[in-house]
């Protein structure tokens, strides 16, 4: 079983559409989880970033972390055709130490929104 | 902010030749830097950790004779991808963590496409 699981899709949702990425994981140590996005043939590009449980809203991006179950989410509101990339999502553990800035990826979730 | 460059961003070589890759923060110092390696349709796997001014920390299955890792300043880390082979060709990709900033707030290069023939 891999550390963090995503789906990779692909999805492919209309314009506007409210869309739903999501990744679980199996490491109790995770506490920083983070939202990249990654263009075709591009570095990733750092969406959302957040500690531990709870909901964080950029714009029209909201991450959520559940860490009773392992799970976290991105929601992405009014989508738009320029939305489409391949998500990925991270987790760390605790900065310091050996771990430290050690990122652990999902698998990446491709999502194409149409006009 | 927070910009993070590489070169080159492609490369073709024959197997058997040496291969350097530069990461640099443009307007930041970075302290720790990281290479990953990205195949077609997967996700990005950590090679290495690389500290300036100290040897590289090598993840378990990546050979460090192969894959030199130099972070010369706070500003500059090289990776040199010795005697390449086909199989060796992928997207390298290098992050950066900002000095003084959350240690786990990593800005990404743009990628460096190696092949090999």
């Known amino acids: 079983q891999k550390e963090v699981e995503q789906d990779p899709g692909p999805l492919s949702v209309p314009e506007g559409a409210i869309v739903s990425l999501n990744c679980t994981y199996s490491n109790s140590a995770f506490q920083y989880f983070m939202w990249y996005r990654q263009y075709s043939r591009k570095g990733p590009e750092l969406l959302m970033y957040t500690y531990s449980s709870g909901n964080k809203e950029d714009g029209r991006f909201t991450a959520q972390v559940d860490k009773s179950s392992k799970y976290i989410s991105l929601f992405i509101r009014d989508s738009q055709p320029s939305d489409s990339a391949t998500y990925l999502c991270?987790?760390?553990?605790?900065?310091?130490?050996?771990?430290?800035?050690?990122?652990?990826f999902g698998q990446g979730t491709i999502l194409t929104v149409h006009p | 902010g927070a910009v993070v460059s590489q070169h080159p961003s492609r490369v073709i070589c024959k197997s058997g030749t040496s291969v350097k890759i530069e990461c640099r923060s443009l307007?930041?110092?970075?302290?720790?830097m990281f290479w990953y390696r990205q195949f077609p349709k997967q996700s990005l796997m950590l090679m290495a950790t690389?500290?300036?001014?100290?040897?590289?920390?090598?993840e378990q299955g990546v050979e460090k004779d192969k894959f030199l890792i130099n972070h010369a300043s706070l500003t500059l880390s090289t990776l040199t991808v010795t005697s390449a082979h086909p199989e060796d060709s992928s997207f390298y990709i290098c992050?950066?963590?900002?000095?003084?900033?959350?240690?786990?707030?990593?800005?990404f290069g743009p990628g460096t496409r190696l092949t090999v023939l």
């Open positions: 991270a987790m760390s553990e605790d900065a310091g130490g050996t771990s430290y800035g050690k990122l652990t």
């Open positions: 690389s500290n300036e001014g100290s040897k590289a920390t090598y």
């Open positions: 992050s950066a963590i900002r000095a003084g900033g959350w240690g786990n707030e990593q800005f």
């Open positions: 307007d930041f110092q970075a302290t720790t």
